[in-house]
Every structure is written in structure tokens, then in C-alpha cells.
């Protein structure tokens, strides 16, 4: 008897049950969830909410609770504390896609290797030979272990991009705003009301924490360092020093924000001057080749002809 839909049949189980597991637990660290739990027991009571809350809650969450938390720990268990922290940086600077802790995302690593693990062996049971099999095996769960990964760096790319894209403008609406009489706070208030974009959300979250009586120094300095850009973390602490030292917090952000353009628009001749170089190897590669081929082609036709006779 042939195992090998057992095993495929297997795998696909677990891949998608752990899938299952790491949504649940992306769904669980959900902040909005977490506040409306708090207000629940705020207005019910501690002692009848904790089993009105248990009870509202999905069947196959509950179920899967337990099982979720072990297989948490048994991951991080696994993972090392440098890797880990790696993880978790690499998170923020993304923006938490997901709502995904570090354990969160072994866990969708785990889950998409046995996904596509079960995929290449189905391919390697077509193709039908044993060495076939294994190779699609091995890169199927390779694959699907490393895609997350590249799937995150990829998202801490682009938000990179994007955030200092609009960093410039975003400034100068802060500068305007505050040499218009308005202090630092209502200042970035106008800019959450008029722009809508992952800064925003960067400057809404941290009002709201100084709103919930957060000093201002440490929620802009955790807001800077959840962008992971260097000139957005100097521009904190030119407002900080700014503001210890009585130096109008106006100019600071309308010279950070000249200084900005200036260096996008180095960034950019940078990179149009290297544009010329990327589009030389495809000329040399792809183009040349074809064009010689076409050219001497048929002089060499002849003189095969030619040397044949």
C-alpha cells in the first residue's frame, strides 16, 4: 500500500491546524480585544465577566487555547533570544502585520513549510519518481519556512519607503501649524486630521498614550524607534533638545524637514546614476547576443555552406 497520501494527507492537516493556531493567536494579542475585555469587566465585575468573556468567545478558540499557548512556548523555546528580539523589531518596524509576535511568526513558518512541504510532494508524486518526491519535499518546506521571512522584510521595505516619502511634508504641516500659534501636540492633532497614511497612525498612537498620561519625551522616542529611520529618530531628539533648551521647536522640524529633501534628492541622482549600470547587464546579456545572432547568422550559414562544398 502507497503511504505517501497518508503522509500528504497528514501534513496538509497539521500545516492548516497550525495556521489555524497562529490566526487565533494574532487574533488573541488584538489590542482592540484586549480593551473591550478590560471595559467588560469594568462594567459587569471581575467575578462575571471572566466567564461572560470565556463564554462569548469562539468555540474553536477555546478549544485551542491551551493548545495554542503550549505551542507558543514550545517556539519560542526553540528560538534564541537574539532571534527573537530580531523578530521583534523587524515587527515594528512593519507596523505588527497581523497583530504577529515573535511567536507568532515561527508559528506561521512552521505552518507554511508543512503547507507547501504537502504541496511538493503532491508535484513529486506526478512527476513520479522517489528522487523527485524528496527534492519537491525539501524545497517545498524550505520554501515555505523562508517565504514569511521574506514576506516581512519585504513589508519593512516598503513601510520604510513610504514613511519617509511623507516625512517631509508631514513636517512642514507640523512647522506651519506651530508657527500658526499651536503648541507640539495640537500641532501633530492637525497633522492626524489631514493626513491619512502609516505616519499618521505612528502619531495618533503616540497622542494617545501622552493623552493616557505617558510623558511625551517617551512616546515620541518609542514612536522614532518603531520606524526604524535614522533621520526620523535625530528629528526626536532635536524636538527633545529643542524643547529642554527653549530653542523654537518651529525651526527645528522646518530645518530637519529642508534637510530631508535634500537628502531624498541626493538618493535620487544616486540612484539614476546607477540606472545606467543595472541596464547594462541585460544589454550585455540579453540584447548583444540576440543582435549577433541576427547579424552574423547568416554570413556564418554561408560559410558552413561554403566549407561544406
Known sequence: MNALPIVIGIAAAVGAYVL???????????????????????EVGLGQSAVALQLEKPLVER??????????????????EAQAAH????LDFAGNPLNLDPAGL?????????????????????????IAIGIALVAGVAIGFYVPVIWLEQLVRE?????EASLPNALDVVAISMEAGLGLDRALEQ?????????????????REIQLGRPRAAALVEMAEATGIEDFTSLVR???YAERTG?????????????????RRLKIRTEAARASLKILLPTVGCVFPTLWLVLLGPALLVVLTLGSK
Open 191 to 207: 497633522l492626524v486630521r489631514h493626513q491619512d497614511d502609516s505616519l499618521t497612525l505612528l502619531v495618533a498612537r503616540a497622542l
Open 20 to 42: 489555524t493556531i497562529g490566526i487565533i493567536a494574532s487574533r488573541a494579542a488584538d489590542p482592540t480585544t484586549l480593551a473591550r475585555e478590560r471595559l467588560a469587566r469594568q
Open 238 to 240: 532635536g524636538i527633545l
Open 247 to 263: 530653542v523654537p521647536i518651529a525651526r527645528t522640524i522646518a530645518a530637519h524637514a529642508a534637510q530631508m529633501r535634500v537628502k
Open 63 to 80: 478549544l485551542m487555547a491551551p493548545l495554542r499557548r503550549w505551542m507558543e512556548r514550545q517556539t519560542m523555546r526553540m528560538t534564541p
Open 106 to 130: 515561527q508559528t506561521l513558518r512552521i505552518a507554511a513549510a508543512a503547507a507547501l512541504g504537502a504541496i511538493g510532494t503532491a508535484i513529486g508524486m506526478f512527476l513520479g519518481t522517489p
Open 87 to 90: 523578530y521583534r523589531r523587524q
Open 159 to 163: 513601510r520604510r519607503t513610504e514613511l
